[in-house]
C-alpha cells in the first residue's frame, strides 16, 4: 500500500514536528485517506495530486500485473507446503468470476495465471491471492476518487 506520511505520537518525527511548529493535530491513523498530521515543505495541493498520480499508475492492472509476475519469477518458496483445501478453491472460483470474467483486468489476470501455471505452478495460490490483494488496492483507490 502507498499512503501519505503521518507523524505518529512518540516518534523523532512527531516531535521534530511538534518542536518546528508544524504539527496539525492528531494523526486518524489512516494514511491511505489522502490526508496528513502535519504542515508538509511543499503546497498540500502539490502533495495531494502527486498522491493521487502514484495510486491512479502503481495499481493499474497492467503493471501491477508484471510486478506480481517478476515477484512470482524471482521468489524463493519456502520448503514447506500447504495443502490445497476448499478455501483455496472457493478462492480460485470466486476470483476468476470477479476478476477473469468480469474485471477489466481480465486479460492481465488470464495471462499471470497462465504463465504461472507454466512456469512456477507451485505458487498459483500466491499468484491467485495477489490477484486479490490488487483488485483490493484498486477499489481503496476508486474510494478515494481516484
Known amino acids: 500500500m502507498v499512503g501519505l506520511l503521518i507523524a505518529l505520537p512518540d516518534t523523532k518525527l512527531y516531535a521534530r514536528l511538534k518542536r518546528e511548529g ?25 502533495l495531494r495530486e502527486g498522491y493521487r498520480s502514484i495510486l491512479k499508475h502503481i495499481y493499474a492492472p497492467g503493471p501491477y500485473y508484471q510486478r506480481i ?16 483445501n476448499w478455501r483455496y478453491l472457493l478462492a480460485f472460483v470466486h476470483s476468476s468470476l470477479r476478476l ?3 474485471g477489466r483486468e481480465r ?18 495460490p500466491m499468484a491467485v491471492t495477489l490477484s486479490i490483494y490488487g ?8 474510494a478515494l476518487g481516484v
Not at 22 to 41: E, I, M, Q, W, Y
Not at 135 to 142: P, T
Open 22 to 46: 508544524r504539527l496539525l493535530g492528531a494523526s486518524t491513523g489512516n494514511n491511505v485517506d489522502g490526508t496528513t498530521n502535519f504542515s508538509p515543505c511543499m503546497k498540500m495541493e502539490a
Open 100 to 102: 477473469g470474467v468480469i
Open 69 to 84: 509476475r517478476t515477484l512470482l519469477r524471482e521468489y524463493k518458496r519456502p520448503q514447506f507446503s500447504v495443502g490445497l
Open 135 to 142: 483488485h483490493h488496492f484498486r477499489k481503496c483507490c476508486e
Open 107 to 124: 486479460f492481465q489476470y488470464w495471462r499471470l495465471l497462465i504463465w504461472t501455471f507454466f512456469h512456477r505452478p507451485a505458487l498459483l
